[in-house]
């Protein structure tokens, strides 16, 4: 009886491990709501757990077209998208969507503005400082969506491990019901 119950535990273990092994977003560069001041080719977004090929990102202007990507590439944790030329001044939404180890797909949002110096953006090119990259003076609504994806994801877990821990522990009442 003892070696059912250890078993069932160990099991309940190994299940509530994978669903704790997606890849949620761990960083981003730029990050959400930043101000870039220097001229920018490459959205990099760095993940909690390794992330398979396959995952994707889409740039879409403030006119809601979508911006040419030249390529994207994934690397354990991290994923980047690496422009034809750099971003002309605006606001810009990423979309991401990766791939964890698990096969399990996460989906998110994020967005910048570029506001480069006009000297800059025709094609003089200067080494970025800590000051190129500023926050947003105020929450943007796509923080906002990556709240309320992250509070679901978390609800999904604690509503899996109760379900769980009610399956073990009937099992566990049945095996002693059974034992007597």
Do not use: C
């Not at 930043?34 to 993940?47: A, G, L, M």
């Amino acid at each position: 009886m003892k070696k059912r119950i250890l078993f069932l535990l160990f099991s309940f273990m190994l299940i509530t491990t994978q669903v704790f092994a997606h890849s949620g977003l761990k960083s981003s560069s730029p990050k959400n709501g930043d101000v870039v001041t220097h001229p920018i080719q490459e959205i990099t977004i760095q993940f909690s757990g390794n992330i398979e090929r396959g995952s994707k990102i889409e740039i879409k202007n403030e006119q809601g077209d979508n911006v040419p990507v030249r390529s994207i590439d994934t690397e354990g944790k991290v994923l980047k998208a690496t422009l034809d030329k750099p971003l002309p001044n605006g606001s810009y939404k990423v979309r991401w969507m990766n791939i964890g180890e698990d096969g399990h797909p996460l989906r998110g949002n994020l967005s910048f503005q570029v506001k480069v110096p006009q000297g800059e953006q025709a094609g003089e090119r200067r080494a970025p400082s800590k000051e190129d990259t500023q926050p947003a003076p105020e929450q943007s609504n796509t923080d906002h969506q990556n709240e309320e994806q992250q509070q679901e994801n978390s609800a999904f877990m604690i509503g899996f491990i109760i379900i769980g821990i009610l399956i073990i522990g009937s099992l566990i009442f049945l095996f002693q019901k059974m034992k007597k």
